[in-house]
C-alpha cells in the first residue's frame, strides 16, 4: 500500500540501564590498541575479553543483588545457677553444699544478714503453645439484622403452631371485635345479637385490663427510677478508670447566691474539688464522670450570669465605688485546664476562702495539686 510502518507504529520507549562495570575502560584499550597495532590486534583483543567475561561469575548489572536472609538467633536458655544470689549472700560458705543433709545450724549462716524481708523469684511460665484466638463474632449489616430477626420470629411462631397442633399448649381465642363479628362468627352472630355483644365487651374489657397489669408490672418503683436516673447520669461506661478534672477562674465569687449555686451544682452532680476565694481572684476545681463535668460545664459557662453576680454592699446615703461598677461589668468564668487524671484529689467538693495567696495556694499543695493554682494565676484571656 506504501505505508511506512515507522511512521504509524510508536516508537519503543528506552528503558534506563546500568553500565556494565569496566566497559569504558575496555573500549579505550580497544581504541588504543586499534591506533598502535591496527584493526586486527584490536579484534583479538576484543575476542580474549570476551572469553575474560564469560569465565567470570556473568554478573547483570541490571539485576538487583538479593542478599541470604540470616539465620534467626535463638534465645539462650537459662543457665541454673549452682546458687541463688539472695542465698550466697546468707550462706557462710557461699554454696550449698554444706546444708546438703537439710540439717542448717547457725554456723552455716550469716545471722547479721537474715532480714523480715522474703524474695519472691520471678515465676517463669512452663513452655507451652498459644492458644489459637477465639472466633470473632461476624458483624451483619442493618439489612441482615432486619432479615435475621424476621427468621427468629418465624421460627419462633412455626414452634408454637407446632405445640397447638400436639396439643400441648391450649390454642388462643378468635379475638372478636364489633367490627369483625359477622366476618369471625358469620351465622352464629344473628341467633342472640344482645347475649354476644355483651360477650364481646366483657373481651374487650378484659384484654385492655390485661394490657394496663402487664405495664403496671413492668412500671419501675419510685427507688428504681431514683438509681435508673444516677446511673444514667454519673455510671459512664466510657471512662470507668479515669476521672475527668476542670479548671475555672472567677473574677469575685462574692455573692452568697453565685455560692450556693457552685457547691450546691457540685454536690448534686457528686464532684469533688474545692472551691477556693481570695480578693483578687477565685479557683473552682471539679473532678468526676464525664457527664457531671459537662453539666457542671454548661452551669458556670452559660448559665450563671456572672456580671450581676457580685455582692454590693448598699449603705445608707452613700454611693457605690466606681471601682466595684467595673469590676461587676469585667465580672467573667473562665475555663482555665480540663484533663483526665488516673485518681482523684479531693474526697469531697468544700469552700475555702482565704486571705492571701499563698494561703490559697496551700490549699492546692496539700491535696498535691499546686499547679492547678499556678495555672490560674497565670492563665490569661487572649
Known amino acids: 500500500m506504501g505505508i511506512d510502518k515507522n511512521k504509524i507504529l510508536r516508537p519503543k520507549r528506552m528503558s534506563f540501564e546500568f553500565v556494565e562495570e569496566g566497559k569504558w ?66 550462706l557462710t560458705s557461699g554454696i550449698y553444699g554444706d546444708i546438703a543433709d537439710g540439717i542448717i545450724t547457725d ?22 503453645e498459644a492458644a489459637p484466638p477465639p472466633p470473632q463474632p461476624l458483624k451483619l449489616t442493618k439489612r441482615e439484622q432486619k432479615k435475621l430477626r424476621t427468621q427468629r420470629r418465624l421460627a419462633k411462631e412455626k414452634e408454637k403452631q407446632e405445640m397447638i397442633r400436639q396439643g400441648l399448649l391450649e390454642p388462643p381465642k378468635a379475638k372478636v371485635k364489633m367490627s369483625n ?21 366483657t373481651a374487650a374489657a378484659e384484654r385492655e385490663q390485661a394490657h394496663v397489669d402487664r405495664n403496671t408490672a413492668r412500671k419501675l418503683t419510685p427507688a428504681e427510677k431514683r438509681e435508673k436516673k444516677e446511673r444514667k447520669l454519673f455510671d459512664d461506661p466510657t471512662t470507668t478508670l479515669e476521672t475527668i ?61 456572672w456580671e450581676e453576680a457580685v455582692k454590693k454592699d448598699d449603705k445608707e446615703g452613700e454611693e457605690e465605688d466606681e471601682d466595684e461598677e467595673e469590676n461587676s461589668e469585667n465580672n467573667k468564668c473562665w475555663l482555665v485546664w480540663q484533663g483526665s487524671v488516673a485518681k482523684q484529689s479531693f474526697r469531697r467538693f468544700h469552700v475555702q476562702e482565704c486571705l492571701t495567696e499563698s494561703a490559697a495556694k496551700k490549699v492546692f499543695s496539700d491535696a498535691g495539686v499546686a499547679h492547678y493554682w499556678d495555672l490560674a494565676v497565670n492563665y490569661t484571656d487572649d
Open 245 to 305: 478534672v476542670s479548671v475555672y477562674k472567677v473574677n469575685k465569687l462574692s455573692h452568697p447566691k453565685t455560692q450556693f449555686k457552685v457547691e450546691m451544682n457540685a454536690r448534686q452532680n457528686r464532684l469533688t474539688g474545692c472551691s477556693v476565694m481570695t480578693e483578687d481572684m477565685s479557683v473552682i476545681v471539679v473532678e468526676g464522670k464525664s457527664k457531671a463535668i459537662k453539666r457542671y460545664g454548661k452551669v458556670m459557662l452559660k448559665r450563671i450570669n
Open 25 to 90: 575502560t575496555r573500549d579505550a584499550e580497544s581504541l588504543k590498541l586499534k591506533s598502535q597495532f591496527g584493526e586486527a590486534k584490536a579484534r583479538e583483543l576484543k575476542v580474549k575479553q570476551a572469553h575474560l567475561a564469560k569465565a567470570s561469575d556473568g554478573i547483570n548489572p541490571n539485576l538487583i543483588v538479593v542478599s541470604e536472609r540470616a539465620p534467626r538467633k535463638e534465645k539462650p536458655k537459662e543457665v541454673i545457677p549452682d546458687v541463688e544470689w539472695w542465698d550466697a549472700s546468707v
Open 181 to 201: 363479628l359477622m366476618k369471625v362468627l358469620g351465622p352464629e352472630a344473628t341467633q342472640d345479637p344482645t347475649k354476644l355483644e355483651k360477650e364481646i365487651r
Open 107 to 128: 554456723n552455716d549462716l550469716k545471722i547479721e544478714k537474715l532480714t523480715h524481708y522474703i524474695e519472691h523469684p520471678r515465676p517463669i511460665e512452663p513452655p507451652a
